[in-house]
Antibody, heavy 114, light 108 residues
Framework: QVHLVQSGAEVKKPGSSVKVSCKAS????????ISWVRQAPGQGLEWMGR????????NYAQKFQGRLTITADKSTSTAYMELSSLRSEDTAVYYC???????WGQGTLVTVSP | EIVLTQSPATLSLSPGERATLSCRAS??????LTWYQQKPGQAPRLLIY???KRATGIPARFSGSGSGTDFTLTISSLEPEDFAVYYC??????????FGGGTKVEIK
């Protein structure tokens, strides 16, 4: 069984960028889509985008176009989510999700504060 | 983009009671409808996929039904650990993947 292990919590200033990693342990995810989903405090789940590493296909939710970059390193089975031009509304827990077997990372809290 | 509407927003019930949660899609999602349970501080947990298939390790008191645009998650007899927020998700026509707004099942 694959476990997705995400990088630790981040505190960022408005206008800066954050990069969160998601590493598959116990297997690889190269053939399956990996999505990024976020959850603002007290709010629901919001899909941000996905990557299919083996095909190098990336799709973004329209809301994040131009501000979000999703990449993957097949050699280390690690996916990355980079969000730029951060604002306070980006404060949320960010999850990676392997879409085929529905494995979730543990979540990474990103706090955007002056 | 397919919009998923969950109702009710909050369900107040007692342990042992039956819970019925609804998820309605703005267009057909065929059977590609998934249900998750989420507890505070935890990632969502897969309950039901393809509208009615229980995920591994999910108790039989959880069941999913429906097709097309109307889906239901039923918890036949609530246990204390079932009080949580439940989300539906569709991947019939994605990207984008879309989620419903959630239903909170709280203790009455």
């Amino acid at each position: 069984q694959v476990h997705l292990v995400q990088s630790g919590a981040e505190v960022k200033k408005p206008g800066s960028s954050v990069k969160v990693s998601c590493k598959a342990s116990g297997g690889t995810f190269n053939n399956h889509p990996i999505s990024w989903v976020r959850q603002a405090p007290g709010q629901g789940l919001e899909w941000m985008g996905r990557i299919i590493p083996v095909l190098a296909i990336v799709n973004y939710a329209q809301k994040f176009q131009g501000r979000l970059t999703i990449t993957a390193d097949k050699s280390t089975s690690t996916a990355y989510m980079e969000l730029s031009s951060l604002r306070s509304e980006d404060t949320a827990v960010y999850y990676c999700l392997e879409n085929y077997f529905d494995y979730w990372g543990q979540g990474t809290l990103v706090t955007v504060s002056p | 983009e397919i919009v998923l509407t969950q109702s009710p927003a909050t369900l107040s019930l007692s342990p042992g009671e039956r819970a019925t949660l609804s998820c309605r899609a703005s267009q057909s999602v065929n059977n590609y409808l998934t249900w998750y349970q989420q507890k505070p501080g935890q990632a969502p947990r897969l309950l039901i996929y393809d509208a009615s298939k229980r995920a591994t390790g999910i108790p039989a008191r959880f069941s999913g039904s429906g097709s097309g645009t109307d889906f239901t998650l039923t918890i036949s007899s609530l246990e204390p650990e079932d009080f949580a927020v439940y989300y539906c998700q569709q991947r019939s026509n994605w990207p984008p993947l879309t989620f419903g707004g959630g239903t909170k099942v709280e203790i009455k």
